[in-house]
């Protein structure tokens, strides 16, 4: 009996997945364990190893093909097995009712003289399922019919170009950037309602139309931009390129921040950094000094260490604070787990450990995953302070700024240089209040500013 080999869910946020490369080529022994297919994630590229033994008889997914999580990719069974067995039909419920009235056609040539009437009723399903003008349930994929509530594209007006016509991502995708061909169906019969007025209106308005249809004006376009621009060169994001964006642009939308701001006096860490310099050769960075204070500040404030998701507030018992990097124009944020339990030392290791997988591309999902707080550093380019987007459905997200001298007042009433940090903490309203957020800010400043607790 032929297994199928579904796209697997690689990380807690991949929805779907690219085939980078089959490792065994069709007709190939596979043993259960043994590597089959490499695969891009949202987080980063993983080889995806068999969970049985057998022949690779099929494969439904080629090289450089992208498929939502739980779709079938091949098959594997015995040898000698016949390709093309229907089991992957099962993981597309919806389009069962096309393939059943394709498939029906070809069977009864012979009565479709007698069963002509027959004929209309079998064909009709399809049309109002591809343009739902008929009130009938639209198909699309999961992720579509997300993605089309976030970005408010109705799903009627949108022709899918998925088996049986059903909508995917890239038909939403394409229908929010005005690229939907199906939209321009819904439309056409308003004017032939009032055929007199049109021509006045339409003609001298038909060249300065940005949404005029036709070939001529997409072909027209690119010419202009490209004499006004020089040579336009398009650059294909990654998929981590495009998580990033979608993720972000999510949280813009939807997440009501706020950002609270203050400066923290570093001269004791520098003091405590110049002695560690002493002791070992990988002195651990400000950057490590602010995730162990952030991590032992969230201990005492759960639900910074929280999420809102899906109307609910959620609270965790680990610390697991994830650390942005920017590495090959992407940001990727490898999480340090239970970061308050760690000494400062380990986090040091750590953290540089991660940086390195990242930049080297050897970053792997399960590294990328359970972040509970995100701390972001700008201060190595100067910036001495920023506000950052919040990583959904994390609560909130620190930020820091350079370490630079700055005129400060003392305990006497004396201006005097100190060595001032910048930190800012993003929160979303929605599961942190202003005192929440606040309380959680002083205390870190109070970890940095008396930090042995950290070294211990």
Same mark, same amino acid.
């Given at each position: 009996?032929?297994?199928? =080999?579904?796209?697997?869910?690689? #990380?807690?946020?991949?929805?779907?997945?690219?085939?980078?490369?089959?490792?065994?080529?069709?007709?190939?022994?596979?043993?259960?364990?043994?590597?089959?297919?490499?695969?891009?994630?949202?987080?980063?590229?993983?080889?995806?190893?068999?969970?049985?033994?057998?022949?690779?008889?099929?494969?439904?997914?080629?090289?450089?093909?992208?498929?939502?999580?739980?779709?079938?990719?091949?098959?594997?069974?015995?040898?000698?097995?016949?390709?093309?067995?229907?089991?992957?039909?099962?993981?597309?419920?919806?389009?069962?009712?096309?393939?059943?009235?394709?498939?029906? @056609?070809?069977?009864? %040539?012979?009565?479709?003289?007698?069963?002509?009437?027959?004929? *209309?009723?079998?064909?009709?399903?399809?049309?109002?399922?591809?343009?739902?003008?008929?009130?009938?349930?639209?198909?699309?994929? %999961?992720?579509?019919?997300?993605?089309?509530?976030?970005?408010?594209?109705?799903? @009627?007006?949108?022709?899918?170009?998925?088996?049986?016509?059903?909508?995917?991502?890239?038909?939403?995708?394409?229908?929010?950037?005005?690229?939907?061909?199906?939209? %321009?169906?819904?439309?056409?019969?308003?004017?032939?309602?009032?055929?007199?007025?049109?021509?006045?209106?339409?003609?001298?308005?038909?060249?300065?139309? %940005?949404?005029?249809?036709?070939?001529?004006?997409? &072909?027209?376009?690119?010419? &202009?931009?490209?004499?006004?621009?020089?040579? =336009?060169?398009?650059?294909?994001?990654?998929?981590?390129?495009?998580?990033?964006?979608?993720?972000?642009?999510?949280?813009?939308?939807?997440?009501?921040?706020?950002?609270?701001?203050?400066?923290?006096?570093?001269?004791?860490?520098?003091?405590?950094?110049?002695?560690?310099?002493?002791?070992?050769?990988?002195?651990? #960075?400000?950057?490590?000094?602010?995730?162990?204070?952030?991590?032992? @500040?969230?201990?005492?404030?759960?639900?910074?260490?929280?999420?809102?998701?899906?109307?609910?507030?959620?609270?965790?018992?680990?610390?697991?604070?994830?650390?942005?990097? @920017?590495?090959?124009?992407?940001?990727?944020?490898?999480?340090?787990?239970?970061?308050?339990?760690?000494?400062?030392?380990?986090?040091?290791?750590?953290?540089?450990?991660?940086?390195?997988?990242?930049?080297?591309?050897?970053?792997?999902? *399960?590294?990328?995953?359970?972040?509970?707080?995100?701390?972001?550093?700008?201060?190595?380019?100067?910036?001495?302070?920023?506000?950052?987007?919040?990583?959904?459905?994390?609560?909130?997200?620190?930020?820091?700024?350079?370490?630079?001298?700055?005129?400060?007042?003392?305990?006497?009433?004396?201006?005097?240089?100190?060595?001032?940090?910048?930190?800012?903490?993003?929160?979303?309203?929605?599961?942190?209040?202003?005192?929440?957020?606040?309380?959680?800010?002083?205390?870190?400043?109070?970890?940095?500013?008396?930090?042995?607790?950290?070294?211990?």
């Amino acid at each position: 009996m032929a297994t199928d =080999v579904l796209m697997p869910r690689l #990380s807690d946020s991949m929805e779907e997945g690219t085939v980078l490369k089959w490792l065994v080529e069709k007709g190939g022994e596979v043993e259960r364990g043994a590597p089959l297919v490499e695969i891009e994630t949202d987080k980063a590229n993983m080889t995806y190893e068999a969970d049985t033994d057998g022949v690779l008889i099929e494969l439904l997914a080629q090289e450089g093909d992208t498929l939502e999580v739980g779709q079938p990719i091949a098959r594997i069974g015995a040898a000698g097995e016949a390709d093309g067995a229907p089991a992957a039909e099962d993981a597309r419920p919806e389009a069962e009712t096309d393939h059943d009235a394709d498939d029906a @056609a070809p069977d009864e %040539p012979a009565q479709a003289t007698d069963d002509a009437e027959r004929v *209309p009723t079998k064909a009709a399903p399809p049309a109002p399922v591809a343009k739902a003008n008929g009130g009938e349930r639209v198909k699309a994929s %999961p992720l579509a019919r997300r993605m089309a509530g976030e970005l408010g594209v109705e799903l @009627a007006r949108v022709e899918g170009s998925g088996p049986g016509g059903r909508v995917v991502k890239a038909d939403v995708e394409a229908a929010a950037n005005g690229g939907d061909e199906g939209a %321009p169906e819904q439309p056409a019969p308003a004017p032939a309602a009032k055929p007199e007025p049109e021509p006045p209106a339409t003609e001298p308005e038909r060249d300065q139309t %940005p949404a005029a249809t036709g070939e001529a004006a997409a &072909q027209a376009a690119p010419a &202009q931009v490209g004499g006004a621009k020089g040579d =336009v060169t398009v650059h294909e994001p990654t998929r981590l390129q495009r998580t990033v964006s979608r993720r972000m642009a999510e949280s813009k939308a939807t997440v009501p921040d706020f950002a609270l701001e203050l400066d923290v006096d570093m001269t004791l860490c520098i003091e405590l950094r110049e002695r560690l310099k002493a002791q070992t050769d990988r002195a651990p #960075s400000y950057n490590d000094m602010v995730v162990k204070a952030a991590a032992l @500040a969230l201990r005492d404030h759960p639900r910074v260490n929280g999420a809102y998701r899906d109307g609910k507030w959620e609270s965790y018992s680990r610390v697991n604070v994830g650390v942005a990097v @920017a590495a090959q124009d992407a940001l990727v944020v490898p999480v340090i787990q239970d970061a308050d339990q760690k000494s400062l030392g380990e986090i040091s290791r750590q953290a540089v450990r991660l940086i390195e997988r990242v930049r080297d591309g050897q970053i792997t999902p *399960p590294e990328l995953s359970g972040g509970t707080f995100s701390v972001s550093n700008l201060g190595m380019y100067g910036i001495e302070r920023f506000t950052a987007i919040v990583n959904p459905p994390q609560a909130a997200i620190l930020t820091v700024g350079a370490l630079k001298k700055k005129p400060a007042v003392d305990e006497r009433g004396r201006v005097v240089a100190r060595d001032l940090m910048t930190l800012s903490l993003v929160c979303d309203h929605r599961i942190l209040y202003g005192a929440d957020g606040a309380k959680f800010l002083a205390q870190v400043r109070e970890l940095l500013e008396q930090p042995l607790s950290l070294a211990l």
